[in-house]
Nanobody
Framework: QIQLVESGGGLVQAGGSLRLSCAAS???????MGWFRQAPGKEREFVAA????????AYADSVKGRFTIFRDNAKNTVYLQMISLKPEDTAVYYC????????????????????WGQGTQVTVSS
């Protein structure tokens, strides 16, 4: 079973960029991967997901055109590139993984993921 460790969070001004990384302890090639976020006082919400093949992706409407999810299975790492950050992007960002046999599976719901990381804080100042 894999374990996930996020990194790359921090404090950035509005309009700035960050790249989050999610490193897995094992092979990620059979796992669909996702990013979720949770702001204070709010529920954890879907941000982006990618199939294990990397050929299919999905994004929340709020981040489309600004965030890009991609993966490097050789490095067992998934990334979330974030540009044009807004104060409302401030949250703890969590990486999630779900084993699958479907190369195009792109889960968007929390319950569809079995493995979670501990999260990394992203703070966007105005």
């Amino acid at each position: 079973q894999i374990q996930l460790v996020e990194s790359g969070g921090g404090l950035v001004q509005a309009g700035g960029s960050l790249r989050l990384s999610c490193a897995a302890s094992g092979r990620t090639s059979s796992y669909a991967m996702g990013w979720f976020r949770q702001a204070p006082g709010k529920e954890r919400e879907f941000v982006a997901a990618i199939s294990w093949s990397g050929g299919s992706t999905a994004y929340a409407d709020s981040v489309k055109g600004r965030f890009t999810i991609f993966r490097d299975n050789a490095k067992n790492t998934v990334y979330l590139q974030m540009i044009s950050l807004k104060p409302e992007d401030t949250a703890v960002y969590y990486c999630a993984a779900q084993w699958t046999v479907s190369q195009n599976y792109v889960p968007r719901e929390r319950f569809q993921y079995a493995k979670w990381g501990q999260g990394t804080q992203v703070t966007v100042s105005s």
